[in-house]
């Protein structure tokens, strides 16, 4: 009885040692980082993670493996030492987890940059994966502004000093427009614009086309909003019978022409008069 008794104690303590042993190995496997390093040279990828946004989430939360495809890596590299082993942990497994941590914020209707109209159109309604638009440098993640142009070949940025313009200069993924546009983006260039004042309420893009025609022409004025103008005083007359158009009087943004405007403009071509009577 004492033998089998010993026996059995022995097994117990055989059993724990393998399971505390198996319990150890699996979170030196998964929970780890320094378990990458027993394959990888560590220092440039371990200095960039620390100075990222992932600095915070182990090497093995985006570069997962099952405990089957870790431990096959595991003997191939000790049987093939340093020669090339096929992979799919550095470079496919991390995009396929993006969405794992990240689905609330490429959720659609905040107007913040981390929750955004921007990625719900692009990730949820048009199914483009992480990679095509971010770039995938050694934990680094911006995106990549020249993807754009895949999708976007047509949308060439405007003129004026403006070519060459990255697309998310303008372009806010964070904001609430389908367009992507928010009238704070165009302020932060062009802060010389009124903001208070005739059609100031009025979005920049309704009338400037950044990708087409940029700059307005009578016609648009006419076509767009101010049709009966024409028929409005002597707005016909200075439209038909000259070569002028509605900014030549009206200055763009400030538009409005009152008795300081019209010294100087209106005794251009006539002498000055009340720039009231224009209108009857």
């Known amino acids: 009885m004492k033998g089998k ?9 055989v059993c724990a040692i393998g399971i505390v ?11 780890d980082p320094d378990f990458c390093s027993m394959c990888h040279v560590m220092e440039e990828g371990y200095k960039t993670w620390r100075k990222s946004r992932h600095s915070h989430i182990i090497c093995q939360k985006c570069h997962g493996l099952n405990i089957l495809e870790e431990n096959r890596l595991l ?19 991390p995009w396929e987890g993006c969405l794992k941590c990240h689905t609330q914020e490429a959720a659609q209707g905040s107007l913040t940059l981390r929750v955004s109209y921007g990625h719900a159109r692009h990730v949820f309604m048009q199914n483009i994966p992480c990679k095509d638009c971010h770039r995938g440098d050694i934990h680094d993640f ?4 020249k993807a754009c142009r895949t999708c976007h070949e047509d949308k060439l940025v405007h003129g004026m000093g403006m070519a060459g313009l990255q697309c998310l200069n303008c372009h806010s993924f964070g904001a609430a427009s389908p367009k992507l546009v928010s ?20 979005k920049c893009f309704e009338c400037h086309h950044p ?3 940029l700059k307005m022409e009578s016609k648009d004025c006419l076509g767009s909003c101010h049709g009966s103008e024409t028929r409005v005083g002597q707005h016909g007359v200075h439209l038909k019978k ?3 158009g509605c900014t030549d009087c009206h200055v763009p943004h400030k538009w409005e022409v009152g008795k300081k405007e019209a010294r100087g403009l209106c ?10 009577t224009f209108i009857y």
């Open 142 to 145: 911006k995106a990549d502004q």
């Open 242 to 244: 000259t070569s002028m």
């Open 211 to 213: 990708h087409g025609k």
């Open 21 to 31: 042993t198996g319990w150890r190995y699996y979170e030196y496997t998964e929970k």
């Open 5 to 13: 008794g010993s026996i059995l104690v022995l097994i117990l303590v």
């Open 183 to 202: 009238i704070e983006r165009c302020f932060g260039c062009h802060g010389n614009v009124p903001k208070r004042g005739i059609m100031a309420r009025i």
């Open 75 to 93: 003997v191939a590299y000790v049987v093939k030492g340093d020669k090339p082993v096929k992979q799919t942990h550095g470079t496919i497994k």
């Open 267 to 276: 005794d251009r071509c006539h002498p000055l008069k009340d720039p009231a």
